[in-house]
């Protein structure tokens, strides 16, 4: 059964440090994964989607890894700013066109 | 503007009653999913539909019910054979198909509470 964990489960950086974001999965046959934003009672945003032939993806100040074989995908955050405070999901798509979550990173940034 | 839309953005039920909680999407998406968020843990898949008039359960399934009659909506019934129903409930689209670049877009969520 895939399981998906965040590491860590929460995180308080000072304004303008670049960060490292940690997920890892237990099997290695999926389709993608997708990395996802959530501000407080909010729904998710999709940051970035590494589908399995890749390696990583960028967007902006955001850049996310993907290693299949070590069963690890990092999210890179440069320079980071108190607006990227909120909590961030990685999910894997299983090979059966859902996902399965992990339960988050808690991000916070202050001035 | 495309996007998904849910309705309405908090619900309050008394114990026993069912609920319909509405989800509706204008990205031309065949697949949607339905997850359920309780504090501290990951998103759990309810049901999903690939196609219209078809759906499947998904991990939570019990005390819920879908349907899927158009493309553009698949509302979620809260039934009161579900026994904790008070979460954040999540839907969801993509294009479907099983293909790698699959990617799921999300509306902003219906907070429901039982009294």
């Known amino acids: 059964k895939q399981e998906v964990t965040q590491i860590p489960a929460a995180l308080s950086v000072p304004e303008g440090e670049n960060l490292v974001l940690n997920c890892s999965f237990t099997?290695?046959?999926?389709?993608?994964l997708q990395w996802f934003r959530q501000d407080p009672g909010k729904g998710l945003t999709s940051l970035l989607l590494?589908?399995?032939?890749?390696r990583e993806q960028t967007s902006g100040r955001l850049n996310a890894s993907l290693d299949k074989s070590s069963g690890r995908s990092t999210l890179y955050i440069a320079a980071s700013q108190p607006g990227d405070s909120a909590t961030y999901l990685c999910?894997?798509?299983?090979?059966?066109?859902?996902?399965?979550f992990g339960t988050g990173t808690r991000l916070q940034v202050f001035p | 503007d495309g996007g998904i839309t849910q309705s309405p953005k908090y619900l309050f039920r008394k114990e026993g009653q069912n609920v319909t909680l509405s989800c509706e999407q204008n990205?031309?998406?065949?697949?949607m999913y339905w997850y359920r968020q309780d504090p501290g843990q990951g998103l759990r898949l309810i049901y999903y539909?690939?196609?219209?008039?078809?759906?499947q359960k998904g991990d939570i399934a019990e005390g819920y019910s879908v349907s899927r009659e158009k493309k553009e909506s698949f509302p979620l019934t809260v039934t009161s054979a579900q026994k904790n129903p008070t979460a954040f409930y999540l839907c969801?689209?993509?294009?479907?198909?099983?293909?790698?670049?699959?990617?799921?877009?999300f509306g902003p969520g219906t907070r429901l509470t039982v009294l």
């Open positions: 969801a689209s993509s294009i479907g198909g099983f293909i790698s670049y699959n990617e799921q877009f």
């Open positions: 990205l031309n998406h065949d697949a």
């Open positions: 099997d290695s046959a999926i389709y993608n």
């Open positions: 590494i589908q399995s032939s890749q």
């Open positions: 539909s690939q196609i219209v008039n078809d759906f």
């Open positions: 999910a894997v798509d299983h090979n059966t066109d859902k996902l399965i």
